[in-house]
C-alpha cells in the first residue's frame, strides 16, 4: 500500500486528489492538508511514501516545503503538482529536492502513474515542462560552447563546426551541413582538438562537463 500525504491549499481541489486515490486498491492517503507547516510536525508519525505539493501555498510555500522535507527525511519522495510552468519554479522544486514536477490539468491517470512511479523511485515530469528543461539545457550547451570558442580562439568555421559536433552530427554530416568536404571538416576538427588540447569527441564533452 502506498501512504500518500497531500499538501494544497484548494480544499476543492484538495478532495479531488483524495477521491481519485481512494479509488485506487494500491494507494492510501494518509494526511492532506494546506500547510506545509503541520506536515513537517507530524511527517515522522505520518511516515507517507509519496508527498504530493502544491507550490503557492498559505504561509511557507511549496518550494521550502520540499527542501524542510528533505532535511528531516533525505529520502522522502516528494513531486510537485502545481499550475506554474515558468523555469525558476520548476529549477527551484528541483534543487529543494522536489523528485517530479506535474502539472494540475494534467489527466488524473497521469497524476496516478507518477505516484506509483516516484514509490519505486523513478523522476516524473510533465511532457512540456521535460521540453522546457532539455530547450534550457540546450541553450545553456550552446553558450558554453561560443564561451570556448571565445576562450580558444577558434575562428567563425571553427565554431561553427563545434556546435555541430556537440549537436551529435557525424563528419559526413557536417561536412554537408557546412557544403565543404569531410578532409576539410577533418582538418578544422583537428585544429579545435589542438587549441582544446584534447583528442576525440569524448574528451570534447568532458571538457566542456556535458
Do not use: W
Amino acid at each position: 500500500m502506498i501512504r500518500i500525504a497531500i499538501i494544497e491549499d484548494n480544499e476543492s481541489y484538495r478532495k479531488s486528489l483524495q477521491s481519485l486515490f481512494g479509488k485506487e486498491s494500491d494507494m492510501e492517503v494518509v494526511y492532506a492538508d494546506m500547510y506545509c507547516e503541520n506536515l513537517l510536525l507530524t511527517i515522522d508519525i505520518i511516515e507517507p511514501d509519496v508527498v504530493i505539493m502544491d507550490i503557492n501555498l498559505p504561509g511557507m510555500n511549496g518550494i521550502e516545503g520540499v527542501q524542510k522535507l528533505r532535511e528531516k527525511q533525505p529520502n522522502l519522495n516528494v513531486f510537485m503538482l502545481t499550475v506554474f510552468e515558468d523555469m525558476d519554479r520548476i529549477f527551484d522544486s528541483i534543487k529543494a529536492g522536489a523528485v517530479g514536477y506535474l502539472l494540475k490539468k494534467d489527466p488524473p491517470e497521469h497524476i496516478i502513474d507518477a505516484v506509483k512511479k516516484v514509490y519505486k523511485g523513478e523522476s516524473v515530469m510533465n511532457g512540456k515542462i521535460a521540453r522546457q528543461v532539455l530547450d534550457f539545457f540546450n541553450r545553456q550547451l550552446k553558450k558554453t560552447v561560443s564561451s570556448y570558442a571565445a576562450d580558444y580562439n577558434l575562428s567563425n568555421r571553427e565554431n561553427e563546426v563545434l556546435h555541430l559536433l556537440m549537436d551529435g552530427l557525424s563528419y559526413k554530416q557536417i561536412a554537408a551541413t557546412c557544403n565543404v568536404t569531410i578532409d576539410t571538416i577533418s582538418s578544422h576538427i583537428r585544429n579545435i582538438y589542438s587549441k582544446l588540447n584534447i583528442h576525440s569527441r569524448s574528451e570534447l564533452a568532458a571538457k566542456l562537463k556535458l
